[in-house]
């Protein structure tokens, strides 16, 4: 049974970071790519970086280049999502997500299998 669980989300204020992890077990994910999206009140789940458990390709959304990174520690199984400089406008429910659907593009919510439960993240200003 695939487990994807998030964890590192939290309130901070404007400029603050955060480092979010989402530990995936129950199958090996070596073929897989690993997305983080997020979903504010009101509004569709949205892409936000992808990774590939092989090679060194990363996808980021326009609104997070230059202040977010995404990275993998094989030996954990984990993957990150450092969030610096963060802004009001990245308040949101955070989720995992894993697919191996790869002739999508990452930001496609349709190349992802499973899903973490989310974790929120508050940056007030």
């Known amino acids: 049974q695939v487990q994807l669980v998030e964890s590192g989300g939290g309130l901070v204020q404007a400029g603050s970071s955060l480092r979010l992890s989402c530990a995936a077990s129950?199958?090996?994910?070596?073929?897989?790519?690993m997305g983080w999206f997020r979903q504010a009140p009101g509004k569709e789940r949205e892409f936000v970086a992808a990774i590939r458990w092989s090679g060194n390709s990363t996808y980021y959304t326009d609104s997070v280049k230059g202040r977010f990174t995404i990275s993998r520690d094989n030996a954990k199984n984990t993957v990150y999502l450092q969030m610096n400089n963060l802004k009001p406008e990245d308040t949101a429910v955070y989720y995992c997500?894993?697919?191996?659907?790869?002739?999508?593009?990452?930001?496609?919510?349709?190349?992802?299998?499973?899903w973490g439960q989310g974790t929120q993240v508050t940056v007030s200003s």
């Open positions: 129950g199958r090996t994910f070596t073929s897989y790519r």
């Open positions: 997500a894993a697919g191996q659907r790869l002739a999508l593009g990452p930001p496609a919510r349709a190349a992802y299998d499973y």
